[in-house]
């Protein structure tokens, strides 16, 4: 039968399991996925250990908002796709009971869309959350511009990286911000025009240096926490922040500085709309297709590994790059 990934109980990457359950059969307007691959998030992470914002029944919880794999059955009523056809998770509304880390999952049919030609199982398995989420954040909350200065958090990140990326490709200028000096020339080649090394700089000073003075047009804000206050001091006035992290668990305070427009963002606020997703996805495909968009993938593991790979990441010892699982 096929292998399931399932945990009991809270903890770290040991309470997670395999078993092996019955191939589940799609009901009406579902496709049934044969999973070849998926990548390990940070929600993933939160849902294991007890920190996810979403409750998550116990026991027998499953895991995996991401992934690629071949339609493999057709529910009943269900049109537009076909059996063997390659394609990529775009959303899994219930991931603690029908969750990527399987053999098999069934999802609405709403819920995929066809893989981008030329992209590989490991690729492809990686870069759907990364490049939707930066999407959503700069193209369809903050109207990114050409021309538009970005200033970026947690920039060594997956959606860091893919927000770098988008916004090179739309003719933006993105200003990578990091605690790392070691990250520097990492995040150059990357995509940042510039980087500020929060442990040796002060933000907004260094954002008007590389602005000519006029301070950043957009900012996302991938930590938020307490450090939030000391990018709003490094935009110009009329400029737009969009927070759309959670790794500074701390309070974020209200902003306080130059008149700004604030969006809270998450990454599946946008996801259960077919059109936003339909231009997500052609956004997507256009900017793979032009060489664009490259997913930095970091260590690839096997199903049995699965424990192993949530240590890799909860460790730091990926780079911010994506890990996959391939099944």
């Given at each position: 039968m096929p292998r399931v990934v399932v945990f009991d109980a809270f903890g770290g990457p040991e309470v997670m399991r395999i078993v092996e359950e019955p191939v589940p059969e799609p009901a009406a307007g579902e496709v049934r996925v044969r999973i070849e691959a998926f990548a390990v998030n940070p929600l993933d992470l939160m849902m294991r250990s007890g920190a996810s914002p979403a409750p998550v029944p116990l026991p027998h919880a499953r895991l995996g908002v991401e992934g690629t794999g071949v339609v493999d059955a057709l529910g009943p009523d269900t049109t537009g796709l076909a059996v063997g056809d390659p394609v990529l998770l775009?959303?899994?509304?219930?991931?603690?009971?029908?969750?990527?880390?399987?053999?098999?999952?069934?999802?609405?049919?709403?819920?995929?869309?066809?893989?981008?030609?030329?992209?590989?199982?490991?690729?492809?398995?990686?870069?759907?959350?990364?490049?939707s989420t930066a999407y959503g954040a700069l193209v369809e909350r903050a109207k990114i511009r050409p021309g538009d200065h970005l200033l970026i958090t947690a920039a060594s990140g997956a959606v860091g990286r893919a927000a770098m990326q988008i916004a090179r490709y739309l003719g933006a200028v993105p200003l990578a911000v990091t605690r790392h000096t070691a990250r520097t020339d990492d995040l150059l080649a990357a995509g940042a025009e510039a980087v500020i090394v929060t442990d040796r700089e002060d933000v907004a000073e260094a954002v008007r240096r590389h602005t000519g003075g006029a301070g950043a047009d957009l900012v996302l804000d991938l930590v938020?926490?307490?450090?939030q206050q000391d990018l709003v001091q490094a935009v110009r006035p009329?400029?737009?922040?969009?927070?759309?992290?959670?790794?500074?668990?701390?309070?974020?305070?209200?902003?306080?500085?130059?008149?700004?427009?604030?969006?809270?963002?998450?990454?599946?606020?946008?996801?259960?709309?077919?059109?936003?997703?339909?231009?997500?996805?052609?956004?997507?495909s256009a900017g793979l297709s032009h060489g664009a968009f490259q997913p930095a993938i970091g260590e690839v593991f096997a199903l049995d590994d699965v424990a192993e790979a949530h240590r890799h990441v909860e460790e730091g010892r990926h780079g911010g790059k994506k890990v996959v699982v391939t099944v």
């Amino acid at each position: 039968m096929p292998r399931v990934v399932v945990f009991d109980a809270f903890g770290g990457p040991e309470v997670m399991r395999i078993v092996e359950e019955p191939v589940p059969e799609p009901a009406a307007g579902e496709v049934r996925v044969r999973i070849e691959a998926f990548a390990v998030n940070p929600l993933d992470l939160m849902m294991r250990s007890g920190a996810s914002p979403a409750p998550v029944p116990l026991p027998h919880a499953r895991l995996g908002v991401e992934g690629t794999g071949v339609v493999d059955a057709l529910g009943p009523d269900t049109t537009g796709l076909a059996v063997g056809d390659p394609v990529l998770l775009t959303a899994v509304p219930d991931a603690v009971v029908r969750g990527s880390y399987a053999e098999y999952t069934t999802v609405p049919a709403g819920r995929v869309i066809p893989r981008p030609a030329g992209l590989g199982t490991t690729q492809a398995a990686a870069v759907w959350v990364a490049y939707s989420t930066a999407y959503g954040a700069l193209v369809e909350r903050a109207k990114i511009r050409p021309g538009d200065h970005l200033l970026i958090t947690a920039a060594s990140g997956a959606v860091g990286r893919a927000a770098m990326q988008i916004a090179r490709y739309l003719g933006a200028v993105p200003l990578a911000v990091t605690r790392h000096t070691a990250r520097t020339d990492d995040l150059l080649a990357a995509g940042a025009e510039a980087v500020i090394v929060t442990d040796r700089e002060d933000v907004a000073e260094a954002v008007r240096r590389h602005t000519g003075g006029a301070g950043a047009d957009l900012v996302l804000d991938l930590v938020r926490g307490p450090g939030q206050q000391d990018l709003v001091q490094a935009v110009r006035p009329g400029a737009t922040l969009v927070a759309a992290g959670f790794l500074d668990p701390r309070p974020t305070p209200f902003p306080a500085g130059p008149s700004l427009t604030s969006f809270n963002y998450r990454g599946f606020d946008l996801l259960f709309d077919p059109v936003v997703v339909r231009r997500m996805a052609a956004f997507l495909s256009a900017g793979l297709s032009h060489g664009a968009f490259q997913p930095a993938i970091g260590e690839v593991f096997a199903l049995d590994d699965v424990a192993e790979a949530h240590r890799h990441v909860e460790e730091g010892r990926h780079g911010g790059k994506k890990v996959v699982v391939t099944v």
